[in-house]
């Protein structure tokens, strides 16, 4: 396994858009306060950058989803009762949304908890994987179906911590 040597996206880039980002999600939620639910690990680096960008009060609070080795469409969701959901204006901030079943499976339990709305924020977005009719609402780059790593992405826990984006091969 070996890095790319092509930037997919810069530092520069990616801060650019997180604080667009930030901006879009404060006007559209003016007057609110958010509840911020990151998706563990992938979002962690991208909910810190992009929840100093929001200008409203938030309570931030994560989850982290882990795959079956057995299927795909086996996961096992581990939430933590502290973080209200409840009557709150909820932001699901994800890391990449692929096939969407795993995020359209949270957003059914997450719905019956009780929100007043419920958004989808993800930082990559690869449309071209889809399986289930879901779309973000707020989308940092939209990205071509190959293993993105950086910023928070990983490849077998590692190259979490590059300040761009670029391809393993």
Known sequence: MNLSKEILRSEAEIAERVSQLGRQI??????KELAVLGILKGSFVFVADLIRQIRLPQQVGFLEITHSEKSEF??????????????????????????????????????SKGP????ICTFLDKPDKRKVDIQPDYCGFAVPN????????????????????TYVE
């Open 116 to 119: 007043k709305s419920i958004r």
């Open 26 to 31: 404060t006007a559209d939620h003016e007057g």
């Open 146 to 165: 190959r293993h993105v790593v950086g910023y928070g992405l990983d490849f077998e826990g590692r190259f979490r911590n590059l300040p761009y984006l």
């Open 74 to 111: 086996l996961t096992e969701i581990m939430f933590y009762s502290s973080f209200r959901v409840e009557g709150t204006h909820l932001l699901i901030v994800e890391d990449i949304l692929d096939t969407g079943i795993t995020l359209a499976y949270l957003h059914q339990q997450l719905e």
